[in-house]
């Protein structure tokens, strides 16, 4: 999954695990009804005090929904399934509605409907994040659309770290939603495939622009991600990011090539993030002109590295055969050296000089100078 | 309904304790939301014996004697605690407060709040916040034109009647505290936002789900049922209010332990006689805080009850444990 997690060069699956965001709304649990059907009961009493606020999200939209069709029905079978139908996220309430069961298994269901209550809360958030900024306000405005009272955000130990995180995790999971589609497009032969340089472009492009609602107040998200508690949990949902791009990008490479595609696309994406924050041009034009370059930029060194690879191959056989070449002839030197000397310190009537030596050598072997 | 369906059926499985703490109170049990008459539950459980300090009384006299107790302690109560706990004590509301994290237009409803320490905290909490958010909104304020501040004057004056005010009751069963309690109020002039209603901790005089947030600072060991003390937590807290409780605790490291003990039974009672003049109540204090149950046995009831992401926080090793539950 990260980057310190070279793959198995013998493996066909997948390289990289799922990320955990997209796992975690769709972990189904059966045992969870029971104490879903409990909280459902707790939700009839929140329904009379939410109030009639249409968020523009679709999950806090099909949560209002999912409580007024509730109120009217008084039936919850219909509201859960009714519920799953339109929130990916709730998908596990549309098994069939048991009957209020022993909760002697409370203990583990009560986290996971902790977490996704958690989840909701956040997800509301996101309303109020223009107003008041990625902060616990924002959070609290949240609980209270949810008819919570504002004391529920002491839950979030990390505060606007939280919330900031959980964005980035949604925002991951629709761009693999979207990668995927387009990948069973291209399957099923409805679609061209793209070239890499024109997928990575588009891939980029997409996820960038899940970030133009909040784009004012993006600055301190980007600072709180940068906060030291933040960094591993930042870090790991970067590097799921870029290893989704280019697994959707066809990239099964097993060698060295893993990593330096990973680091140029973090490169990338990054660079590309900051001039975003700076760019007042119309529909950031600026923006996705300066990804265009250094996608090239990046392209282009690939051919570069490939010509300069083989160019360094010839050479290098060039310069191995002019060394086997001088080897062999040196060795023919040194022997009759060796003959040389052996005679004269051993047969002394032999008066011979080292060049006559020499002369004979050359005269013996007339070599291919 | 389904609370008090749940809290029965743990009661039948669990049926002794190593504490006497927990003592069902019969047939005339939690029924939820109606108020039953008093007398009529006493009656069904006066053969039944609970704990103070370290004797066995009858539970009807418990609730008599503790208030007797801290009759005789309420001029002394403030001297005596900082005395006791060398200062540490309000540390340990401080952190209370931090923890809470308070947001502007929250409701506090402090149970056995006595003479007032959290509530004053809780109110200063929140009035440095809305400092910190008009400054916000001041320093966002700077930059803009004229046309656009005269747009935010309009809409202040003609929109909603700005954020809602945060509001504090104390609210304790003996009326000593309580005085005390207002005349540090007034001297330090912080009545705005206040109220000091009189009500036993176990069938609070509040409707249901008002308050966002529920404390209680070292008073539920004096309450006799302490699962209906939690119950009435839950009944008046708002969903998603968060219930938090501040208590004397079990302290782990043996070496702390012993010292803890030293000075608990030797010398506490002893600064209780020079003080306040008065050993027995003091002796009481530390007698009580032995009895009350440890830091898991308290997470489990009040997950009993029906809060929801229980945590705790040992304070100075142990020594004060802090309990945090959400009514989700």
Same mark, same amino acid.
């Given at each position: 999954?990260?980057?310190?997690?070279?793959?198995?060069?013998?493996?066909?699956?997948?390289?990289?695990?799922?990320?955990?965001?997209?796992?975690?709304?769709?972990?189904?649990?059966?045992?969870?009804?029971?104490?879903?059907?409990?909280?459902?009961?707790?939700?009839?009493?929140?329904?009379?005090?939410?109030?009639?606020?249409?968020?523009? %999200?679709?999950?806090?939209?099909?949560? *209002?929904? !999912?409580? #007024?069709?509730?109120?009217? =029905?008084?039936?919850? +079978? /219909?509201?859960?399934?009714?519920?799953?139908?339109?929130?990916?996220?709730?998908?596990?309430?549309?098994?069939?509605?048991?009957?209020?069961?022993?909760?002697?298994?409370?203990?583990?269901?009560?986290?996971?409907?902790?977490?996704?209550?958690?989840?909701?809360?956040?997800?509301?958030?996101?309303?109020?994040?223009?107003?008041?900024?990625?902060?616990?306000?924002?959070?609290?405005?949240?609980?209270?659309?949810?008819?919570?009272?504002?004391?529920?955000?002491?839950?979030?130990?990390?505060?606007?770290?939280?919330?900031?995180?959980?964005?980035?995790?949604?925002?991951?999971?629709?761009? %693999?939603?979207?990668?995927?589609?387009? *990948?069973? !497009?291209? #399957?099923?032969?409805?679609? =061209?495939?793209?070239? +890499? /340089?024109?997928?990575?472009?588009?891939?980029?492009?997409?996820?960038?622009?899940?970030?133009?609602?909040?784009?004012?107040?993006?600055?301190?998200?980007?600072?709180?991600?940068?906060?030291?508690?933040?960094?591993?949990?930042?870090?790991?949902?970067?590097?799921?990011?870029?290893?989704?791009?280019?697994?959707?990008?066809?990239?099964?490479?097993?060698?060295?090539?893993?990593?330096?595609?990973?680091?140029?696309?973090?490169?990338?994406?990054?660079?590309?993030?900051?001039?975003?924050?700076?760019?007042?041009?119309?529909?950031?034009?600026?923006?996705?002109?300066?990804?265009?370059?250094?996608?090239?930029?990046?392209?282009?060194?690939?051919?570069?590295?490939?010509?300069?690879?083989?160019?360094?191959?010839?050479?290098?056989?060039?310069?191995?055969?002019?060394?086997?070449?001088?080897?062999?002839?040196?060795?023919?030197?040194?022997?009759?050296?060796?003959?040389?000397?052996?005679?004269?310190?051993?047969?002394?009537?032999?008066?011979?000089?080292?060049?006559?030596?020499?002369?004979?050598?050359?005269?013996?072997?007339?070599?291919?100078? | 309904?389904?609370?008090?369906?749940?809290?029965?059926?743990?009661?039948?499985?669990?049926?002794?304790?190593?504490?006497?703490?927990?003592?069902?109170?019969?047939?005339?049990?939690?029924?939820?939301?109606?108020?039953?008459?008093?007398?009529?539950?006493?009656?069904?459980?006066?053969?039944?014996?609970?704990?103070?300090?370290?004797?066995?009384?009858?539970?009807?006299?418990?609730?008599?004697?503790?208030?007797?107790?801290?009759?005789?302690?309420?001029?002394?109560?403030?001297?005596?605690?900082?005395?006791?706990?060398?200062?540490?004590?309000?540390?340990?509301?401080?952190?209370?407060?931090?923890?809470?994290?308070?947001?502007?237009?929250?409701?506090?409803?402090?149970?056995?709040?006595?003479?007032?320490?959290?509530?004053?905290?809780?109110?200063?909490?929140?009035?440095?916040?809305?400092?910190?958010?008009?400054?916000?909104?001041?320093?966002?304020?700077?930059?803009?034109?004229?046309?656009?501040?005269?747009?935010?004057?309009?809409?202040?004056?003609?929109?909603?009647?700005?954020?809602?005010?945060?509001?504090?009751?104390?609210?304790?069963?003996?009326?000593?505290?309580?005085?005390?309690?207002?005349?540090?109020?007034?001297?330090?002039?912080?009545?705005?936002?206040?109220?000091?209603?009189?009500?036993?901790?176990?069938?609070?005089?509040?409707?249901?789900?008002?308050?966002?947030?529920?404390?209680?600072?070292?008073?539920?060991?004096?309450?006799?049922?302490?699962?209906?003390?939690?119950?009435?937590?839950?009944?008046?807290?708002?969903?998603?209010?968060?219930?938090?409780?501040?208590?004397?605790?079990?302290?782990?490291?043996?070496?702390?332990?012993?010292?803890?003990?030293?000075?608990?039974?030797?010398?506490?009672?002893?600064?209780?006689?020079?003080?306040?003049?008065?050993?027995?109540?003091?002796?009481?204090?530390?007698?009580?805080?032995?009895?009350?149950?440890?830091?898991?046995?308290?997470?489990?009831?009040?997950?009993?009850?029906?809060?929801?992401?229980?945590?705790?926080?040992?304070?100075?090793?142990?020594?004060?444990?802090?309990?945090?539950?959400?009514?989700?």
């Amino acid at each position: 999954m990260a980057f310190g997690c070279p793959p198995d060069k013998f493996s066909e699956a997948k390289c990289n695990i799922p990320p955990p965001a997209v796992a975690a709304p769709t972990a189904t649990n059966p045992k969870c009804s029971s104490l879903r059907r409990g909280f459902h009961c707790a939700a009839l009493r929140l329904q009379d005090e939410s109030k009639p606020y249409k968020p523009p %999200t679709s999950s806090s939209t099909t949560y *209002h929904e !999912h409580y #007024q069709a509730h109120s009217t =029905e008084q039936d919850t +079978t /219909a509201a859960s399934q009714g519920g799953a139908a339109a929130d990916p996220a709730e998908e596990e309430a549309s098994r069939p509605n048991t009957s209020y069961q022993d909760q002697s298994g409370e203990q583990g269901e009560e986290y996971e409907t902790e977490e996704q209550l958690q989840a909701r809360i956040l997800a509301a958030a996101l309303e109020f994040v223009p107003q008041h900024g990625w902060s616990m306000e924002a959070i609290a405005a949240g609980a209270e659309t949810l008819g919570l009272s504002s004391a529920s955000t002491g839950m979030f130990y990390n505060g606007a770290g939280d919330l900031v995180l959980h964005f980035i995790a949604q925002c991951n999971s629709q761009l %693999t939603e979207i990668l995927a589609e387009q *990948h069973k !497009h291209v #399957q099923l032969g409805q679609a =061209e495939p793209k070239k +890499t /340089a024109d997928f990575l472009r588009d891939a980029v492009e997409t996820r960038l622009r899940m970030y133009i609602p909040y784009i004012e107040t993006w600055p301190q998200a980007m600072s709180i991600l940068l906060l030291p508690h933040n960094i591993p949990d930042s870090l790991k949902h970067l590097s799921t990011l870029v290893d989704d791009i280019w697994f959707y990008a066809g990239d099964r490479s097993t060698d060295m090539n893993w990593y330096t595609k990973r680091a140029a696309l973090t490169g990338i994406y990054n660079t590309t993030e900051l001039v975003m924050v700076q760019d007042s041009s119309p529909d950031f034009q600026d923006t996705w002109n300066f990804l265009d370059n250094r996608i090239q930029d990046v392209v282009n060194m690939a051919t570069t590295a490939k010509q300069a690879q083989a160019t360094g191959e010839a050479v290098v056989q060039g310069l191995m055969g002019a060394a086997v070449t001088v080897s062999i002839c040196f060795s023919d030197l040194v022997h009759h050296l060796y003959e040389f000397l052996f005679s004269r310190l051993f047969h002394a009537h032999q008066q011979q000089s080292c060049t006559q030596c020499l002369n004979q050598y050359v005269r013996s072997t007339d070599l291919c100078f | 309904m389904a609370a008090s369906v749940r809290l029965l059926v743990r009661r039948v499985t669990r049926l002794s304790h190593g504490h006497v703490t927990v003592c069902p109170s019969g047939p005339s049990g939690p029924s939820g939301r109606c108020c039953w008459a008093p007398s009529s539950c006493r009656c069904f459980s006066d053969d039944r014996n609970t704990h103070f300090g370290f004797e066995t009384v009858p539970e009807a006299e418990k609730a008599k004697r503790v208030y007797k107790v801290f009759e005789n302690v309420a001029q002394n109560y403030d001297v005596m605690n900082d005395a006791m706990s060398l200062g540490i004590h309000r540390l340990w509301k401080d952190t209370l407060l931090h923890v809470m994290n308070p947001q502007p237009g929250a409701r506090l409803l402090d149970v056995a709040g006595g003479t007032g320490d959290i509530a004053f905290r809780f109110l200063e909490y929140i009035r440095s916040q809305r400092e910190r958010q008009r400054r916000h909104v001041a320093r966002s304020m700077q930059a803009l034109s004229w046309k656009d501040i005269s747009d935010v004057y309009a809409a202040r004056e003609g929109g909603e009647d700005g954020p809602r005010e945060s509001r504090a009751v104390v609210c304790d069963i003996n009326k000593e505290m309580l005085k005390v309690g207002k005349q540090k109020a007034d001297s330090m002039d912080m009545s705005a936002g206040l109220s000091w209603v009189v009500g036993d901790a176990e069938e609070l005089p509040f409707d249901d789900e008002q308050f966002d947030i529920y404390t209680v600072a070292f008073g539920i060991r004096n309450v006799t049922h302490i699962d209906q003390a939690l119950q009435e937590a839950l009944r008046v807290l708002k969903p998603g209010g968060r219930f938090m409780c501040l208590e004397f605790s079990k302290v782990r490291d043996p070496v702390l332990a012993r010292l803890y003990d030293t000075y608990s039974f030797k010398i506490i009672p002893v600064l209780g006689e020079v003080i306040a003049g008065d050993w027995k109540s003091y002796q009481y204090l530390v007698e009580s805080i032995r009895r009350f149950p440890d830091q898991e046995e308290f997470k489990r009831m009040i997950e009993d009850t029906g809060f929801y992401c229980v945590r705790y926080h040992n304070l100075t090793g142990g020594v004060v444990a802090l309990h945090s539950g959400y009514k989700l």
